[in-house]
């Protein structure tokens, strides 16, 4: 599994403490960006992270990402836009773990000024140890979202 963090400015710190912790816990996480607590258009760093995963995805290496910005919002609204991203804002550890068992969410996105460091870890842990349960209902429901993306993507 490839896994990648990235943040703008907003969420700098947070996604630096991420880090460290990730790594201690044994996984290797590549940082994608922003390396300094200047200020960065957060659309550049979703789609910096949501290419690294679907470059990943292309190879058939299952890959997942952690983005971070101020609330969350603006880097997940960013993220979904590209095919094959499914990027969940979570603030609880239900929604971290149940993301990845019944919608096959990718991408976790944190808000920094709405959480705080020990929680986030604990969501980042509920994201990573979760896998898609591959039951029916849910393959039914993820091919749907599938279906809807490709008939909404643009080919030129």
Avoid: W
């Amino acid at each position: 599994m490839l896994n990648f963090i990235a943040s703008d400015h907003a969420g700098y710190d947070l996604k630096s403490e991420l880090k460290t912790f990730l790594e201690s816990t044994g996984h290797a996480v590549e940082d994608v960006g922003t390396h300094e607590r200047s200020a960065v258009d957060y659309p550049d760093i979703a789609s910096a992270l949501a290419a690294k995963i679907q470059d990943a995805e292309k190879n058939n290496q299952p890959a997942k990402g952690i983005l971070i910005c101020g609330s969350g919002v603006g880097v997940s609204v960013a993220a979904n836009k590209f095919p094959g991203i499914r990027a969940g804002l979570c603030h609880d550890s239900y929604s971290a773990r149940q993301g990845v068992e019944h919608d096959d969410m990718n991408v976790l996105v944190l808000g920094a000024r709405i959480i705080g460091t020990e929680l986030a870890k604990v969501l980042v842990m509920n994201f990573f140890q979760a896998e898609f349960s591959n039951e029916p209902r849910h393959l039914r429901r993820l091919e749907k979202v599938i279906a809807i993306e490709n008939r909404n993507c643009k080919t030129e």
